[in-house]
């Protein structure tokens, strides 16, 4: 992913021109639009809320209901209200908009729930910026009042960095005869990020001190998904950090690549902490 000056503003490109003689109602005190993505044209924050919590986003679809997530973060959480009910937008102009301003910097759509009666549907997005993994809940919402409005949820994960030593690899290896290793990866991706790759040249490090160690990279995933997309993902993974390690001068007959999905659990995957446990990389000494 192309990186980003951190917390880049940007403007949501509004179908219809607010006219002049609307004004919006003042924002409550203290309150202000989210760095990373303005407000719907012609609209005020109605409510506001920043601290430091889990934010529950729907990832997927089970059972004819959202499959949801939750996030931990520094998390915004605002409520906007339209100032003009002749001018405002549809739920779909509305999730089309910012779902186009969050892919427009690289960002992904995880979910969406189209509008129907009664229900203005709901998106769920993802992109990574400024060092931090940020997640998108945009939900509008439809009462039987004239004026709508739409919610507007926004975590900021800071990214994980973990680079274990070659020392610490040998010696689990030798102890233990494996090691789990949280290397992170885009939502639905293989390749390496720069911290992937911060692991994997101490992983180069320890094979070169130890000439007659073979290992198995085995990758895992969480439930989270299809079962066959999942294995095909952790497969691909496995043969990402392999080719690096091959590339780093490691001989391609010392190492062999596997991916099991979400076969082999080490936690409990009903909830967040659970499924990050299992999503992972492992070496296993042959």
């Known amino acids: 992913m192309t990186p980003l000056k951190p917390f880049q503003r940007l403007v949501l490109m509004a179908a219809l021109a607010l006219p002049c003689a609307v004004f919006p109602a003042p924002d409550v005190p ?12 012609g609209s005020h924050i109605a409510e506001y ?6 934010v529950e986003f729907a990832v997927g679809q089970q059972g004819g209901e959202p499959q949801r997530k939750a996030v931990e973060g520094d998390a915004t959480v605002i409520r906007y209200f339209h100032g003009d009910p002749q001018k405002q937008p549809s ?13 427009a910097i690289g960002g992904e759509v995880v979910y969406e729930r189209l509008p129907r009666e009664g229900d203005g ?30 919610r507007l949820q926004v975590v900021e994960v800071a990214a994980m960095q973990q680079v274990v030593s070659a020392n610490k690899l040998l010696d689990e290896l030798n102890r233990n005869g494996f090691i789990a290793l949280y290397i992170n990866f885009d939502t639905g991706k293989w390749d390496l990020k720069s911290d992937g790759q911060a692991t ?37 993974r ?3 950090v392999m080719a690096a390690i091959v590339a780093g001068g490691i001989d391609a007959k010392r190492l062999s690549a596997a991916g099991f999905g979400q076969e082999r659990p080490v936690a409990d995957n009903r909830s967040e902490e ?12 042959k």
């Open 30 to 41: 203290k309150s202000k639009d989210h760095p990373l993505l303005t407000r719907y044209p």
């Open 49 to 54: 809320e920043k601290n430091y919590n889990a």
């Open 91 to 103: 739920p779909l102009q509305l999730l089309r908009n910012y779902q186009n301003a969050v892919k």
């Open 121 to 150: 549907g709901e998106t769920t997005l993802r992109v990574a910026t400024g060092g931090k993994e940020v997640w998108v809940r945009v939900e509008p919402e439809i009462f039987s009042a004239p004026a709508q409005s739409y």
């Open 200 to 236: 994997v040249r101490e992983i180069v490090a320890a094979l070169k001190s130890a000439p007659a160690l073979k290992v198995a990279i085995e990758g895992h995933t969480d439930n989270v998904g299809q079962a066959a997309a999942n294995k095909s993902l952790s497969e691909k």
């Open 238 to 240: 496995a043969q990402s």
């Open 274 to 285: 659970g499924r990050a446990k299992n999503r992972r990389v492992e070496l296993v000494r």
